[in-house]
């Protein structure tokens, strides 16, 4: 029993006795016991759930897997690569580096993106919902999450905002193995993609939020443990202050305009421990309505705040050719089509976007010339558009001033046709010299998977051919102008999904721009 508990039950044994005695003090009718103010936080069975991602427009998930380095990845940018998503996806990329990098010195290897045989299931990508939520163990064991055996790292994620202008996603890294979890840390990312600012749950909250914040629990479990004196808590020592200001970190918005964190389990105070109440079993979730979180906010807090209750009004979707892309951080292979533009061409487009795939595309400026809407279709849906000479001659069997017309005016009317710069060439048949890369004046890009749709195979053997020989960094080779390798796309786009590729352009392929010279089968790795 405590001090206050036993001079109340004096109290009230004092009292009993005047009153036998007749000599009850006269009753003040106006008095009342003292009140609690106001509740201003209170405790909250759990945090909003994750958002589904296919309900958040333009994400572009991403997965990669590598069994040597014992490392699973599972995330989602934001579309585009404009200046308002620049800083959001790049810590997303810096936060799956440092893992890989992290297991692949632990095991004396080099990071290079992997992929597997037909039939591994990689296609499917970007959060599962719920997963941050899951128990460490779980995560690691399940092959759709975790590293192979369950041994190493996985990084999984969650959307868990979207409102107004900011995309909130928390991305959990949990590294261990069948014998235990040995490292388990979540991060919030918040993007506010009107000012192009990224900061972390942590970052939300001013310095002196945590004892202010840490008071008011301790005094709302106080009261909902029946408390008598509303004497103001003082938060208690370093260790409660320190568990709130990491429960900061977790914060989230609510659709009713107010923020949540949640205090892990263990959480303690000394008023709480007089009151006989031991440390918290299960992780506490508090709300902080608007009014009180306000002052304590940093402007990216405050604009989290404003944003909770309004409709998501983050980037729209963008083809997969302008998508944010890392490929020395997942595993790229580019599609790429000669000949055309033909009437196969809008078919194949159609496929390409249904399959949320990017292509290149290297044209002849004679055929060019008379499909004018394709090369402006293939360009507006964010597909590369490349140079293979006007009418597909054998460079090096022309003289100096051949070759040039047939790059040069090949080039200028595609960029004409198509309003993007055309940054490489692909020299008819393969052949080239030292002097027709001089007079073009920029890349050939060759292949390192050449199809042969042209000799006519069966759709089988073709799709083969498309799908089992490609290579991280690698270009496989196919024509526009036949009706068979159009026909396979879907077959083949999704084969290399499967295998953990990501379709993309050349200039995505070498980092976001071709090399400036040389002639290229593969990207490096």
Known sequence: MSGRTRLLGAL?????????????????????????????LRVVTAPPAPLDPAAVPGL???????????????????????????????????AVRTVVDSRAASVGAVYQPSVFSAGAGLGDRGCVVGSTLLPASRILADPDLGPAGGAGAAVVCDIVTAAGSILGERVRVVSGGPDGVTSDVSTILFADTATGVTTTGAELWTDAAAAVLGADVVEALRRDAGALSNTASDGGGGAQLDAVRAALSTTLPTAEGTLVFTIASGFTNPELTELGLAETITPLTVEVPADIAAPLLTDAGRALLAASTLPYTGPADVPAGIDWVNCRLVPCVAVTYDDGPSGYTPALLDELAAADAAATFYMLGGVARGRPDTVAR??????????????????PTLDDAAVAR?????????????????????????EYTARDLA????????????????AGPADDVLIRAGVDQAKPGGIVLFHDIHERSVRVGPTVFAGLQDRGFTLATIDQ?????????????????
């Open 12 to 40: 009230g044994a004092l009292t009993v006795a005047s009153v036998i005695a007749g000599c009850a003090p006269a009753v003040d009718a106006a008095w009342t016991p003292p009140q609690w103010p106001a509740a201003e």
């Open 60 to 94: 572009a998930g991403q997965r990669l897997r590598h069994d040597g380095v014992g490392v699973q990845a599972r995330f989602a940018y934001l579309p585009g690569t404009s200046a308002s998503v620049t800083a959001f996806n790049g810590a997303l990329d810096a």
């Open 378 to 395: 293939v360009s507006r849906e964010g597909h590369e558009i490349g140079t293979h000479t006007w009418n597909h001659p054998r460079l």
């Open 406 to 430: 047939e790059i040069g005016d090949s080039r200028g009317l595609l960029q004409q046709l198509s309003g993007q710069p055309i940054s490489t060439f692909r020299p008819p048949y393969g």
């Open 439 to 454: 007079i073009a004046g920029i890349p050939a890009i060759l292949w390192s998977v050449d199809t042969r749709d042209w």
């Open 509 to 525: 392929l070498f980092g976001g721009s071709p090399p400036a010279a040389g002639a290229w089968r593969s990207a490096p790795q």
